[in-house]
Nanobody, 125 residues
Framework: QVQLVESGGGLVQAGGSLRLSCAAS????????VGWFRQAPGKEREFVSAITWNSDRTNYAGSVKGRFTISRDNAKNTVYLQMNSLKPEDTAVYYC??????????????????WGQGTQVTVSS
C-alpha cells in the first residue's frame, strides 16, 4: 500500500511563496513519475506539474510555468513544489500523485495510480 502525504500548504498573500512537499511510503519511489494537481471549489482537478523518475524531464501547466518549480529527492522519497509569485487563482487543494508508467509524463489525472489527501493553499489578494 503506497501512502502519500502532502505538507506545506497554508495562507499566503499574493506575490508570496510556498513550498509543498510530498512524502511517499514506498521503497520503489524512484521508479515513479510524480505529478502535482490542484482542485479549486467547483472546478475539476487540473494538472500543475510532473517530474520523471530521474528528474531528466519536467512538465508544467501554462498557468504556472515560470512561477512553480518541481523537484525530487529520491533518497528522501520526497517531491517538492516550489511556488513563487502566487496569485489568488492559485488557491486550491493541491495533491501529489504517482504514476507507475515511468516512461512518460502524463498530465491526465486518470493516468496516476496513487494519490495523497491534499494540502490547502489559499492566496489572498
Amino acid at each position: 500500500q503506497v501512502q502519500l502525504v502532502e505538507s506545506g500548504g497554508g495562507l499566503v498573500q499574493a506575490g508570496g511563496s510556498l513550498r509543498l512537499s510530498c512524502a511517499a511510503s514506498t521503497r520503489t519511489f524512484s521508479r515513479y513519475v510524480v505529478g502535482w494537481f490542484r482542485q479549486a471549489p467547483g472546478k475539476e482537478r487540473e494538472f500543475v506539474s510532473a517530474i520523471t523518475w530521474n528528474s531528466d524531464r519536467t512538465n508544467y501547466a501554462g498557468s504556472v510555468k515560470g512561477r512553480f518549480t518541481i523537484s525530487r529527492d529520491n533518497a528522501k522519497n520526497t517531491v517538492y513544489l516550489q511556488m513563487n509569485s502566487l496569485k489568488p487563482e492559485d488557491t486550491a487543494v493541491y495533491y501529489c500523485a504517482l504514476d507507475r508508467n515511468y516512461l512518460s509524463i502524463s498530465s491526465d489525472p486518470s493516468g496516476y495510480d496513487y494519490w495523497g489527501q491534499g494540502t490547502q493553499v489559499t492566496v489572498s489578494s
